[in-house]
């Protein structure tokens, strides 16, 4: 046994630190268990991922955690929660069910060294190699399902398609499956998330960044430890990626070995997704239920934050009734669980459970809105021609509205616009939003993943991307295709095809439905949200921005856009109408 690795008994587990997981290239990485006291064969829990495996949630993630504990006071009962980490579950509410929970720090994070290179081809390799030795330990009984959100959940539509043989289930919390689509560009649009949450959540606790960092609240070892490397030899080991996202425009070998086969993921599996996660994991939870080749598989979605359902006693008692049946064999019922259950969204931050059999629902009235350049409206009738309306694209865009609602209507399912539109310049960044708004003109918001004033839904597309994908686009999802430029002429029309992610509402009569086209990302009153602890200010797209100068020059983006309107070029928004909603 290492100087590193160590076994205790404490809180009722047997917990091994640091416990080596060799790699077919020699490099050791770094895994904490917690097993149960008694000798047995559990099935196991497994996580790997970049965050530190030692860093406390309530020191790494502080305002997350008062936000979620305030909320969901039942989170912190039944535990000491001294072991609680981001995204992870809690050992001592899974050890004493019969599971050992194994926690790695992937290769050059945390206690573990090595190149860190996030959601690479080597780090879902090293994936593989750790559910196979998980799941061939003494104390295992074959059976690995992975969890977790956000990145653990990213990680294993990507090992799935390697299909290790003691991979037995993936409960996947709100995790993207597109790394072009969802995590980098949006719409073709950087995304700036990337580059900020990797200098704020991944290099500070690289490997080798040791006592710069924090300590475990548990052993005291430096989370980034144990040895302190200078920011030379960090950066040394450790991939660019804010660069390499920066400088790739198109899609291209980079994205594709960071995303998914589908049709070789076979594992059973839960995609478990957020209603407000608009900007990045939504889209992806829903794109992998459909596309995933499993036989048995599952689809939740939830609202509130990223993080509070995944611990709270909804989603654990789903989760617990999911591995039991996978992982143990128990009758859970889980064998007379929906294929999708939807927590349906009203306004005021109600939420209804709803089972379904589909996605999307085989009932869907796909409804066509289209949009009256004459008066601002949006409405089900064709209008005569219009006139064009241009808008200034730092400013606050153009607005199209339904008359207050003579009857409640549900929108649920995936939305799609179609535009026309030109530039006073090569190209274009469209940015949607769909607002609702209650009879006294206030609009409707909700609690996101990560930011308390959502809308109800974002689209994003850069006018140059707009070819489509005809083999992959569908009327209510179009595709494009992202593999090259198609400039604009100044001043001459283009035809836009605009998705519009996933998402739900039940609107009240009177109340009234709004497209908004902007030219920038969508903004609930123009003033920060009074949220403590936060480490970027949130606007209604939580981290999501895109603003980066280098990406949307404003000599190109920064002028203003026209909307083309006449019979032969009639935009619309196509809304997913549930009838009886």
């Known amino acids: 046994m290492s100087e590193q690795h160590k076994t205790e008994i404490r809180d009722g587990m047997r917990v091994e630190w640091d416990a080596p997981i060799v790699m077919d290239d020699g490099i050791v990485l770094r895994a904490d268990i917690f097993m149960p006291l008694e000798d047995g064969n559990y099935p196991v829990i497994l996580h790997y991922g970049p965050y530190a495996k030692g860093l406390a949630f ?15 006071p039942e989170i912190l009962e039944g535990s000491s929660n001294k072991y609680q980490s981001w995204e992870l579950v809690d050992p001592e509410k899974w050890v004493p069910e019969g599971y050992v929970c194994v926690r790695v720090d992937s290769r050059g994070a945390g206690r573990s060294p090595g190149y860190l290179d996030v959601f690479s081809p080597r780090e879902t390799q090293d994936l593989y190699e750790c559910i196979e030795w998980s799941g061939t330990q003494a104390w295992s009984n074959g059976k690995v399902g992975l969890s977790g959100i956000s990145y653990y959940a990213v990680n294993q539509w990507l090992v799935g398609s390697l299909q290790p043989p003691h991979l037995a289930a993936m409960c996947i919390w709100e995790g993207y499956s597109d790394f072009y689509r969802e995590q980098c560009r949006t719409g073709g649009i950087l995304n700036e998330f990337i580059g900020n949450w990797y200098s704020r959540q991944v290099k500070t606790v690289q490997h080798g960044y040791g006592e710069r960092g924090a300590r475990s609240q548990v052993t005291g070892e430096y989370v980034a430890g144990p040895d302190t490397l200078s920011e030379e030899e960090l950066a040394a ?9 920066l400088s790739r425009h198109f899609v291209d070998d980079f994205h594709r070995e960071r995303s998914p086969q589908f049709d070789k993921i076979t594992a059973p599996l839960l995609s478990a997704t957020n209603w407000g996660g608009v900007g990045l994991h939504t889209r992806g939870n829903f794109e992998g239920y459909m596309r995933a ?55 005021g931050e109600t939420f209804v459970l709803r089972d379904e059999q589909e996605w999307p629902l085989a009932r ?7 949009l009256n350049s004459a008066d601002g409206s949006l409405q089900t009738e064709k209008p005569a021609d ?103 002429e100044p001043g001459k029309p283009v035809e836009l095809d605009i998705e519009i992610w996933p998402t739900c509402l039940v609107v009240p009569a009177g109340y009234r439905i709004a497209l908004n086209v902007r030219g920038k990302d969508y903004e609930c009153d123009g003033e920060p949200s009074d949220t403590p602890f936060s480490k970027y200010k949130m606007y209604g797209v939580g981290p999501f921005t895109h603003n980066d100068p280098v990406d949307r020059p404003q000599e190109i983006f920064g002028g ?3 909307l083309h309107f006449d019979q032969d070029e009639q935009p619309y928004l196509l809304l997913p109408i549930i009838p009886g909603g």
């Open 364 to 370: 869907t009235q796909w409804t066509k809105f289209y």
């Open 386 to 488: 219009g006139t064009s309306i241009s808008y200034e694209t730092m400013g606050d865009g153009v607005y199209f509205t339904t008359p207050p609602l003579e009857a409640p209507l549900e929108i649920t399912g995936p939305i799609a616009a179609k535009l026309f539109l030109s530039s006073q310049t090569k190209d274009a960044d469209v940015f949607l939003a769909l607002r609702v708004y209650d009879p006294d003109g206030k609009e409707v918001t909700f609690q996101g993943s990560n930011d308390p004033r959502t809308p109800i839904g974002l689209g994003w597309l850069r006018a140059s991307h707009r070819k489509l994908d005809p083999a992959e686009s569908l009327p209510y999802r179009p595709w494009h295709s992202h593999d090259e430029e198609w400039p604009l």
């Open 293 to 347: 080749a499993s036989k048995q598989k599952w689809l939740e979605v939830h609202g509130d934050t990223h993080y509070s359902h995944f611990y709270s006693n909804y989603g654990m008692a789903l989760q617990m009734k999911f591995f039991g049946h996978f992982l143990k064999g128990e009758d859970t019922g889980w064998d007379k669980q929906p294929p999708v259950q939807l927590n349906i969204r009203h306004p």
């Open 237 to 245: 080991n450790r991939a660019d990626t804010q660069q390499e996202v």
């Open 58 to 72: 309530q020191e790494g993630y502080k305002g997350a955690w008062v936000k979620m504990t305030t909320s969901y």
């Open 560 to 562: 203003s856009n026209t």
